[in-house]
T-cell receptor, first 114, second 112 residues
Framework: SQTIHQWPATLVQPVGSPLSLECTVEGTSNPNLYWYRQAAGRGLQLLFYSVGIGQISSEVPQNLSASRPQDRQFILSSKKLLLSDSGFYLC?????????????FGDGTRLSIL | GDSVTQMEGPVTLSEEAFLTINCTYTATGYPSLFWYVQYPGEGLQLLLKATKADDKGSNKGFEATYRKETTSFHLEKGSVQVSDSAVYFCALWRDSNYQLIWGAGTKLIIKP
């Protein structure tokens, strides 16, 4: 069966520090991968998605970036965090065949910027 | 463009009450529709889905019917429990760029 792992679960970082959040998927190949951010009490904001290795689409211009160095690995990064980067970050995957495949989510990373 | 509109929360009900959370959508064609649930402090879980008009998705006592004529996908449950307290998200799939279009979420609070 397919599983998705996301880490760390919580992270407290000072303003201006770098960031690296990692997400890996097991049990499937060539998944579509997604990074979302959820501000407290709010809905989901799609940040990046990827349909293949090295293919990243950005939905919102900001100081975050994403990379997909391997088929089932998706990394969210920043060189310098801002206070506004605080939130709950969720990684998700779906089957690459389109046609309304459901997205499956990791447990999320709660990021607090001090 | 494509969009999803959910009723605003929070929705507060007593245990064993009947639940309806409204969801309407705007889209071209016949998108697949989903309901996701997010329990406190957790990621999202797929609750149910429907892929074509008149389909009924169901899971854990929840149901939703894909109504093309009213462009709706309302979530219902006959008798809610305290453990159903969560945030519920309605979403539609947009094939053109492999994305889910999300509603804002509806917080459900069930009181014993």
């Amino acid at each position: 069966s397919q599983t998705i792992h996301q880490w760390p679960a919580t992270l407290v970082q000072p303003v201006g520090s770098p960031l690296s959040l990692e997400c890996t998927v097991e049990g499937t190949s060539n998944p579509n991968l997604y990074w979302y951010r959820q501000a407290a009490g709010r809905g989901l904001q799609l940040l990046f998605y990827s349909v293949g290795i090295g293919q990243i689409s950005s939905e919102v211009p900001q100081n975050l970036s994403a990379s997909r160095p391997q088929d089932r690995q998706f990394i969210l990064s920043s060189k310098k965090l801002l206070l506004s980067d605080s939130g709950f970050y969720l990684c998700a995957w779906s089957g690459g065949q389109g046609g309304g495949q459901p997205q499956h989510f990791g447990d999320g990373t709660r990021l607090s910027i001090l | 463009g494509d969009s999803v509109t959910q009723m605003e929360g929070p929705v507060t009900l007593s245990e064993e009450a009947f639940l309806t959370i409204n969801c309407t959508y705007t889209a071209t064609g016949y998108p697949s529709l989903f309901w996701y649930v997010q329990y406190p402090g957790e990621g999202l879980q797929l609750l149910l889905k429907a892929t074509k008009a008149d389909d009924k998705g169901s899971n854990k006592g929840f149901e939703a019917t894909y109504r093309k004529e009213t462009t709706s996908f309302h979530l219902e449950k006959g008798s809610v429990q305290v453990s159903d307290s969560a945030v519920y998200f309605c979403a539609l799939w947009r094939d053109s760029n492999y994305q889910l279009i999300w509603g804002a979420g509806t917080k459900l609070i069930i009181k014993p």
